[in-house]
C-alpha cells in the first residue's frame, strides 16, 4: 500500500469510529438543550436498540426489526422522562444527572438478565462479513457506507426538523429561554419528553446501523457514552453540528494515534489532546462562553 | 423553572449553612460533637454486636468499606462545598495504591549502589517474598510518602488548569484525567498490566499496629479504618467551618461577588481539590497494603462515576451522611448480599435515593427524629433546590 | 411506643445479623463445601456464566449420584463482576467463614493473582478457572489450574505456522490478563523458535472496530501471518476486518477463540482460522476409543440440552476444576487442605474437558502438550485442522 492509501485508509476507519461517537453526541445535545441534563445514560440507548432489533431480526424481515427497535427505544425514551424525570421537578440538575447514572446502570443490568452475557448482531445489510469495496486504494465494508448514511441523513433530518418545523422550533425556544417559550404558550415537559424520546430514537437507530460492525453486548453502551460525551464536549455542548465534527475529530484522532504510536494507548492520545483544547478552549472548539454563561446562570 | 438557572454540578442548595448554625455559640459547637460522639461510640457498639453474634469476620468488608468511605467523603467536600465535581477520582485512588505497590513490590537489588545507603537510611529494605525469592524493596512508610507526591503532582497537573473549566467541561476533563491514568496503567508492564501488582507486604505503622488483612489484625484494622475515617470527617468539619469553609460559601453564592470581595476562588477552589485528592490517594495506599493488591480497574471510569454517585446519594454537603451511605453500600456489596443483582441493587437504590431524598436519607432521618422530640437541632433542612 | 420502636430496630438488626452467620458445620460431618469465585457479571462475564452453569450442573449431577464417599457437596457460588477487590472480599468470605475445602475459580488471571498469596497463606486449595502461566510459574503449594498452558499453545501455533511456511509473523493481543499473558509467552517464544516479530500491538478489550491496527500490520511488509491471543469478543471483529481490509494472511488465534459464538459472529471471515483448543469442540470427529470421547460427549450433551447454548471451552475450565477437586477429595478421603492438596498434586491420569490431567508437586497444570489439538473453522464449525 501507498502512503497515500495508508493515511486513507486510516481516515477512513477514523471517520467510521468517529461517526459513532458523533450520533451519541448529538443525542447529548438534544436532551441537554432541552433540559440541561447530561444524559449519561445515552450509550444504553444504543445497546438497547441492537438487542431489541436482534430479536425482533429472529421473526420479522430486519427492516421492519430496524424500525421496530427504533420504536420501542423511542417509547422506553419518552416513558423514561414521564415516569422519571418528571416527577423530580424539585430537583438539582447534577441530581437529574446522577440518577441518569442510575438509570444507565439499571437499563445494563436489566438488559443481562433480559437476554444475556453473550455478543450477537444483526447481519450485514448489504453483502456479508468479508465483502469490501474498494475506494481509491482503501477498502471498506459496505456496512460502514451504511452506517455514513444512516447517520448523515439522520442529522440533516434532525436538523431541518429542529429548523424549519414548528415543534423542532418550539423545542430550540424552550432551549433558548424556557421562561418565554413557556410564556408563548408551549408546552415545555412535552417538549422534554419529546426530547428524550428524539434522542433515544436516534440512539437506537444508530445501535441497529452499527450491530454488524461492532456486535451487540449488554456493556457496550458506557464506553461510547464516554467517547460520545468527549465528543460533544469538543464540539461545544448545545451544538449539533459541533458534536458532529467533535466526534469525527475523536474518532480520526484514534486512529491517527494508531499508526504513530502503540495502540494500547489510541484513547490516551485522543484524551491527551481533548484535555489540551479545553485548557485552551474551555468551551469547547464550537462552544461559545456566551451560550455557556446563559445555560449557568 | 429557575432550576436551569441553578448551577450544574454545583449543588448550589444543597451547601448547608453550617457555620451559622454551628459556628456560633457554645451550645452549637456541642450539638455539632453529636454526630462525631455518635460515631465514635457506633464502632466499638458495632464490634460488640458482631462479636456476640460470631459473625467477626464482617470486620474485614467494613475495613474495606470505611477506606471507599473515605475517597468519597473527600469527594463530597469538593461536590457540595465548593461545587466542584470530579469523575475522576478513582485515579487518584489508582495512583496512591499503585505507586505503593510498585514500590514495595520491585526488586531494586539490581542497583547496588544506590540500594545500600538507602538502606541504611530505612527507605529500602531487604526482604522475602511469599515463594522465598530475597527482594530489596521500598518501605512501605517511604511508598506512602512518593504515593502522596505522586498523587500531589497528578492533583496539581489537572487541577490547575482545570480550574479554568466549569460545569460539564470541568466534569469531562477530570473523566478524561482519569481514562488516562487508566490506560497507562493498564498498558504498563511496570503496574502488572490488566493484572494489577499482588503481593504487597503488610505496613508496619508503629510497633503493634498492622496494615494487613490478616485474620489475627482483623479487629485492629477494623479501629484503624474507621479512626481515620472519623478523623477526615473532623478535620472536614473543621474545614468548612473555617475561614476555608466561609470562602467557599461564597464561592456557591456567588464566584464573582466573592473575586471582587477579595477572595482568591480559584486559589481555595485548587486547595479542596487536592485535599480531597490526598484522601483517594491516601485511602488506596491503605487499601492496597489491607487487600495485598491492586488492579487497573480502581482507575475505571466507573469506579470515578460509583464514587461521585455515592457522594450524591449520601447528600454530598451532609458529610456524616456521605460516609454512611457509602460505608453501607460499599459494605453490602463487598459482602456479597445482592449476588449478580449487585450493580442492579445499586442503580435501583441510587435513583431511589436521590429521587425520594435529594439532601441524602440523613436528612429525612434527622427531620423526623426531631419531630418526634429526641434530638433538637437547628439544621434548616432545605435541600437541593432554591 | 419508643422502647417498642427501639426492640424492633434490635431485633431486626440481630436477625438481619443471625442471616449471615454460617451454619458452623464441623470439618467432618455434613456437606463439603466448596466455593467458587465466577465473574457472572461484569467484563468477563462470557468466561463466567458458562462457568457457573457448569459448576451448578456437575454437583447437582455429582449429588444425584451419592456425593463423595457418602457425603454430599455444597457449592457456594459468589459472583465477582471480575474486580479484584471483590475477588479479595469474597476469598477471605469463603476461607474464613464458609469453611470451604477448596475454592474453584476466579475467571481471569488478575483475580486469580490477587488471591493466589491468601490461599496459599491459609492453607485453602485453588483451582483457577484462568489461562495465564503466572499463576502457576512461580509454583504455590495451593494453587492449581485447569486450562492448558499459553506456552503449550503458543508452542502448536508457532509449530503450524512452520510448516505451512510462515516465519514473519504479526502478534496482535487484548489489554486484560488473558492477552498480556499470552503476549509475553509469544513474543519470548517467538526467539527460541526462530520466528520474527514483526509487528506486536494490544488493543482495548472493548474495542469496537480494528480496521487501524490492522492497516498498521499491513503497512509492514513481509508479514506472512498474524497470531491474536484474546478472550474477548473483538477477536471476532479481528477476523471480520481482516477480510475487509484485504489483509490476506492465515489468522492464528488461541484458546480463547474455543466459543462457537465467536464463530458465528465473524460468519465468512471465520473460515480458515487456525487455533489450538481442547477437544470438546470437535467431539464428534473423535475415534471412539479416544480417551475424552466419552466424557466430552457427555458433557457437551447435558450442557447443550439443559441450557440452550452451545458448550464452550470455557465451561469446561470449571468442569475440569471441579472435577480435579472431587478426585482429590475422593482419593484423600478427607477434608483436611493438607491431605486434599497432596492428593490433588499426585493425581494422574484423570480425563477432563481439557486433557488427561496428571499433577506433579512442580507442575500444576498438570496437561501435557497433547491437551492441544489444532483446530480450523469449515463451514461455520470446528473441524480439526489437516496441514
Known amino acids: 500500500m501507498g502512503t497515500g492509501d495508508l493515511a486513507l485508509q486510516y481516515l477512513l476507519s477514523g471517520i467510521t469510529k468517529g461517526s459513532i461517537y458523533a450520533v451519541v453526541a448529538i443525542g447529548f445535545n438534544l436532551i441537554y438543550s432541552a433540559t440541561g441534563v447530561l444524559n449519561l445514560a445515552q450509550g444504553e440507548f444504543i445497546m438497547l436498540g441492537g438487542m431489541v432489533a436482534v430479536t425482533l431480526a429472529h421473526y420479522v424481515p430486519l427492516p421492519v426489526a430496524v424500525a421496530g427497535a427504533v420504536l420501542v427505544v423511542t417509547l422506553v425514551g419518552c416513558l423514561l422522562e414521564w415516569s422519571l424525570f418528571r416527577r423530580l421537578p424539585n430537583h438539582s440538575v447534577l441530581h437529574l444527572i446522577i440518577v441518569t447514572i442510575g438509570v444507565s446502570i439499571v437499563i445494563q443490568e436489566a438488559s443481562l438478565h433480559i437476554w444475556d452475557e453473550k455478543v450477537r448482531s444483526l447481519p450485514y445489510f448489504t453483502g456479508n462479513e468479508v465483502s469490501s469495496i474498494h475506494l481509491l486504494g482503501a477498502a471498506i465494508s459496505p456496512q460502514v457506507l451504511w452506517v455514513l448514511g444512516t447517520i448523515t441523513v439522520a442529522v440533516v433530518a434532525l436538523h431541518g426538523f429542529l429548523k424549519y418545523t414548528l415543534t423542532g422550533r418550539a423545542m430550540r425556544a424552550c432551549s433558548a429561554n424556557p421562561e418565554a417559550a413557556m410564556l408563548a404558550g408551549i408546552n415545555i415537559r412535552n417538549m422534554r419528553t419529546l426530547s428524550f424520546g428524539l434522542s433515544a430514537g436516534l440512539g437506537a437507530l444508530a445501535g441497529c446501523v452499527i450491530s454488524p460492525i461492532t456486535m451487540t453486548h449488554y456493556e457496550m453502551g458506557a464506553p461510547l457514552a464516554i467517547k460520545g460525551f468527549a465528543a460533544a464536549i469538543l464540539g461545544g455542548l448545545g451544538n449539533p453540528m459541533g458534536a458532529v465534527a467533535g466526534g469525527l475529530l475523536v474518532g480520526v484522532l484514534e486512529a491517527v494515534s494508531v499508526s504513530r504510536m502503540p495502540a494500547a494507548y489510541n484513547d490516551v492520545a485522543a484524551f491527551v489532546v481533548l484535555l489540551l483544547v479545553l485548557f485552551v478552549r474551555p468551551h469547547g472548539i464550537f462552544g461559545l462562553p456566551s451560550g455557556q454563561a446563559v445555560r449557568e446562570h | 423553572m429557575k432550576r436551569l438557572s441553578t448551577g450544574i454540578w454545583a449543588d448550589k442548595g444543597g451547601i448547608r449553612s453550617s457555620v451559622e448554625d454551628e459556628g456560633g455559640t457554645i451550645a452549637g459547637r456541642l450539638r455539632g460533637l453529636v454526630p462525631v460522639i455518635g460515631f465514635a461510640m457506633a464502632v466499638p457498639l458495632l464490634h460488640l454486636v458482631l462479636r456476640v453474634a460470631g459473625t467477626e469476620y464482617c470486620l474485614t468488608q467494613l475495613t474495606m468499606a470505611a477506606y471507599y468511605a473515605i475517597v468519597v467523603t473527600g469527594l463530597g467536600l469538593l461536590m457540595g462545598y465548593a461545587g466542584q465535581v470530579s469523575l475522576g477520582h478513582g485515579a487518584f485512588f489508582a495512583l496512591g495504591g499503585y505507586t505503593t505497590a510498585v514500590l514495595t513490590t520491585h526488586d531494586f537489588s539490581k542497583w547496588k549502589a544506590a540500594t545500600g545507603w538507602l538502606q541504611e537510611a530505612h527507605i529500602m529494605v531487604a526482604r522475602q517474598d511469599l515463594y522465598g525469592n530475597q527482594l530489596v524493596t521500598v518501605t512501605p512508610w517511604a511508598a506512602f510518602f512518593a504515593a502522596m507526591a505522586v498523587a500531589m503532582i497528578a492533583g496539581c497537573l489537572i487541577g490547575y488548569p482545570a480550574l479554568r473549566l466549569r460545569g460539564h467541561y470541568l466534569a469531562m476533563a477530570t473523566l478524561g484525567f482519569g481514562l488516562i491514568v487508566a490506560k497507562l496503567l493498564v498498558g504498563s508492564n511496570l503496574t502488572g498490566a490488566a493484572d494489577g501488582l499482588n503481593g504487597v507486604p503488610e505496613w508496619i505503622l508503629m510497633p503493634g499496629l498492622v496494615v494487613s488483612g490478616k485474620v489475627p489484625v482483623r479487629v485492629q484494622n477494623y479501629y484503624l479504618a474507621c479512626g481515620l475515617l472519623l478523623v477526615v470527617l473532623v478535620l472536614l468539619r473543621n474545614t468548612v467551618q473555617s475561614r476555608v469553609g466561609r470562602a467557599l460559601k461564597s464561592i456557591h453564592d456567588g464566584e464573582k461577588a466573592a473575586n471582587s470581595m477579595g477572595i482568591n476562588t480559584a486559589a481555595y477552589k485548587l486547595k479542596v481539590f487536592l485535599l480531597s485528592a490526598a484522601l483517594a490517594a491516601a485511602a488506596g495506599v491503605f487499601f492496597t497494603h489491607y487487600t495485598a493488591g491492586i488492579g487497573p480497574s480502581e482507575a475505571g471510569a466507573l469506579k470515578s462515576l460509583r464514587y461521585v454517585a455515592l457522594a450524591a446519594a449520601g447528600g454530598m454537603s451532609n458529610l456524616w451522611g456521605v460516609a454512611i451511605v457509602s460505608l453501607a453500600l460499599n459494605y453490602f456489596s463487598l459482602r456479597g448480599w445482592f449476588g449478580t443483582y449487585d450493580n442492579a441493587v445499586f442503580g435501583a437504590l441510587l435513583i431511589l435515593i436521590i429521587s425520594l431524598a435529594p439532601a441524602g436519607p440523613l436528612q429525612p432521618a434527622a427531620a423526623w427524629l426531631r419531630r418526634r422530640g429526641w434530638w433538637r437541632n437547628a439544621q434548616s433542612s432545605h435541600h437541593g433546590t432554591p | ?387
Not at chain 3, 506472512?224 to 477480510?243: C, E, F, H, T
Open chain 3, 1 to 387: 411506643m419508643k422502647p417498642n420502636a427501639i426492640s424492633l430496630l434490635f431485633s431486626l438488626l440481630g436477625s438481619s445479623l443471625l442471616m449471615v452467620v454460617p451454619s458452623a458445620t464441623a470439618a467432618n460431618s455434613g456437606p463439603i463445601k466448596i466455593g467458587a469465585l465466577f465473574s457472572i457479571t461484569g467484563p468477563a462475564s462470557f468466561l463466567g456464566a458458562p462457568e457457573d452453569k457448569t459448576a451448578r450442573m456437575f454437583i447437582e449431577k455429582l449429588n444425584a449420584s451419592g456425593g463423595i464417599n457418602g457425603r454430599k457437596v455444597q457449592l457456594v457460588v459468589k459472583d465477582t463482576g471480575g474486580s479484584p477487590e471483590k475477588a479479595v472480599s469474597f476469598a477471605r468470605q469463603l476461607i474464613e467463614e464458609e469453611r470451604v475445602c477448596a475454592i474453584i475459580g476466579p475467571s481471569t488471571s488478575g483475580e486469580t493473582m490477587q488471591i493466589k498469596g491468601l490461599c496459599e497463606e491459609n492453607k485453602t486449595v485453588l483451582v483457577s478457572c484462568a489461562a495465564a502461566e503466572v499463576i502457576v510459574n512461580p509454583v504455590a503449594k495451593y494453587v492449581f489450574k485447569s486450562p492448558q498452558k499459553d506456552s503449550q499453545a503458543v508452542l502448536w501455533i508457532f509449530k503450524t505456522a512452520k510448516a505451512k511456511g510462515i516465519t514473519r509473523l504479526a502478534l496482535l493481543s487484548s489489554n486484560d490478563g488473558f492477552g498480556a499473558a499470552g503476549k509475553k509467552q509469544l513474543e519470548d517464544l517467538a526467539k527460541e523458535e526462530g520466528m520474527e516479530v514483526v509487528v506486536s500491538e494490544v488493543y482495548d478489550k472493548q474495542a469496537t472496530d480494528l480496521t487501524d491496527i490492522l492497516t498498521k500490520v499491513k503497512s509492514r511488509p513481509g508479514v506472512q501471518g498474524v497470531v491474536n491471543w484474546s478472550i474477548v469478543p473483538a477477536q471476532s471483529i479481528l477476523a471480520k476486518n481482516m477480510r475487509q481490509i484485504g489483509l490476506n494472511v492465515p489468522l492464528f488465534q488461541s484458546h480463547g477463540f474455543g466459543n462457537l459464538r465467536y464463530v458465528q459472529q465473524a460468519g465468512a471471515a471465520a473460515e480458515g482460522i487456525i487455533f489450538p483448543a481442547g477437544r470438546l469442540l470437535v467431539v464428534d470427529e473423535l475415534p471412539e476409543n479416544h480417551p475424552q470421547k466419552a466424557l466430552l460427549a457427555a458433557y457437551k450433551k447435558e450442557y447443550e440440552s439443559r441450557y440452550k447454548e452451545d458448550a464452550s471451552t470455557f465451561g469446561g475450565h470449571a468442569y475440569d476444576a471441579i472435577l480435579i477437586i472431587t478426585e482429590a477429595l475422593k482419593k484423600a478421603a478427607s477434608t483436611e487442605p493438607e491431605k486434599v492438596r497432596e492428593a490433588l498434586e499426585n493425581l494422574k491420569g484423570v480425563v477432563g474437558t481439557a486433557g488427561v490431567f496428571s499433577f506433579s508437586p512442580t507442575d500444576h497444570t498438570g496437561l501435557d502438550m497433547d491437551a492441544f489439538e489444532m483446530l480450523t473453522v469449515k463451514d461455520g464449525k470446528f473441524t480439526i485442522y489437516k496441514p
